[in-house]
C-alpha cells in the first residue's frame, strides 16, 4: 500500500475556490432552506411577501455570478493566466453567439427569450451571466470527460453530454419556477415541462463547438492533479443540485426525479473508472 500523499497548503487560486465555493453552497443551501421553511410554513409567506423577489434573486444571482469564479481558480494553476483566459473568452463567446442566434432566430434551441430576472442583457437579448455559465461548466465538463481516457472526440461529445445532463433538471426549474420565477421561456411550449426537444440539440452543437475549441488550444492535462480530482466532481454534483432541489419544491418531482438519474451518469462513470477493473494511469 503506497503512503498517504504528503498534505500541500493550497495556493493562493485556490485558498480562492474554496471560499467561493463555501459562499456558493452556502447560497444554494439558503434557497433550498427557505422554499422548504415557506413549504412547511405557508403562513410565514406573509412575513416575507415584501422581500420575496429580492429572497430568490439573491441566491440565484450569487449562483450565477460565481460559477465563472469557481471554475477559473479551479484550473487556474494547471492552465495559468494566458490559457485560463483564452479559455473564459473562447468558450463564452461561442455561447453567446450561440444565445444572440438562438434569441433571435429560434435556431437551434426553439423559440425561446430570457425574462428579466437574470440582469441586465448584451444587445437586450442575453444576460451577462449566461456567456459565462457556458464557459463555466463546460470546462468542468471537460475535466470530468478527459478522465475517462476516451480520446479526443470522445471527450469532445462526453463534454456535450454532461452539458446536456445539467439541464436535464435546469430547464424545468428555471424557465416554470413554481409559475412565480420564471428566468426564461419558451412561448411555443414543447413537450419536456414546456420546453422543445430541439434545446437540446442546441445545447448539443454548442458544447460540441465549445469542446472543438478547447482541444484546439491544448485542452488541459492528461490527468487531473488532486485538487481537481477531488473538487471537480463536487461542484458538477452541487450544479445539478440546485436545480434539482427547485424541482422537487416547486412541484415538479419527475423532473427532479429525472435529474438525480441524470446526476448518476456522469458520477457513475466516473467510479467505473476508478474501479480495479479500470484502474487510473498516474501522469509522470
Known amino acids: 500500500m503506497p503512503p498517504p500523499l504528503p498534505s500541500v497548503d493550497p495556493t493562493p487560486s485556490r485558498r480562492i475556490f474554496l471560499v467561493a465555493f463555501g459562499v456558493f453552497a452556502a447560497a444554494i443551501g439558503f434557497a433550498i432552506a427557505g422554499t422548504l421553511l415557506l413549504r412547511l410554513f405557508p ?8 422581500y420575496m423577489a429580492q429572497l430568490v434573486n439573491a441566491p440565484t444571482l450569487t449562483y450565477m455570478a460565481l460559477l465563472p469564479v469557481l471554475s477559473f481558480t479551479l484550473f487556474f494553476d494547471e492552465l495559468g493566466w494566458k490559457k485560463s483566459i483564452v ?10 453567439g450561440a444565445e444572440l442566434i438562438g434569441t433571435n432566430t429560434g435556431f437551434p434551441f426553439g423559440a425561446y427569450g430570457y425574462t428579466d430576472r437574470l440582469g441586465p442583457k448584451i444587445l437586450g437579448d442575453v444576460p451577462w451571466f449566461i456567456p459565462f455559465s457556458w464557459y ?22 462526453t463534454v456535450a453530454v454532461f452539458m446536456i445532463l445539467w439541464d436535464v433538471s435546469l430547464d424545468p426549474a428555471m424557465n416554470q419556477g413554481g409559475g412565480t420565477f420564471v428566468f426564461w421561456m419558451y412561448p411555443e411550449g414543447g413537450a419536456y415541462f414546456g420546453m422543445p426537444l430541439s434545446n437540446w440539440a442546441g445545447w448539443f452543437v ?11 488550444l491544448g485542452g488541459l492535462g492528461a490527468a487531473p492533479d488532486a485538487f481537481e480530482k477531488r473538487w471537480s466532481p463536487i461542484l458538477y454534483t452541487l450544479h445539478l443540485i440546485f436545480p434539482i432541489s427547485v424541482c422537487l419544491l416547486y412541484g415538479l418531482p419527475l423532473a427532479g426525479l429525472l435529474g438525480l438519474v441524470a446526476l448518476g451518469i456522469p458520477l457513475g462513470l466516473l467510479r467505473l473508472r476508478r474501479s480495479p477493473l479500470h484502474p487510473e494511469v498516474a501522469p509522470a
Open 43 to 50: 403562513s410565514a409567506a406573509r412575513f416575507f411577501a415584501p
Open 87 to 96: 479559455f473564459v473568452l473562447v468558450g463564452g463567446l461561442i455561447g453567446l
Open 136 to 157: 463555466a461548466l463546460s470546462i468542468l465538463c471537460y475535466d470530468l470527460a478527459r478522465r475517462l481516457s476516451i480520446g479526443r472526440w470522445g471527450r469532445i461529445i
Open 206 to 216: 454548442t458544447s460540441t463547438l465549445i469542446g472543438v475549441a478547447y482541444e484546439a
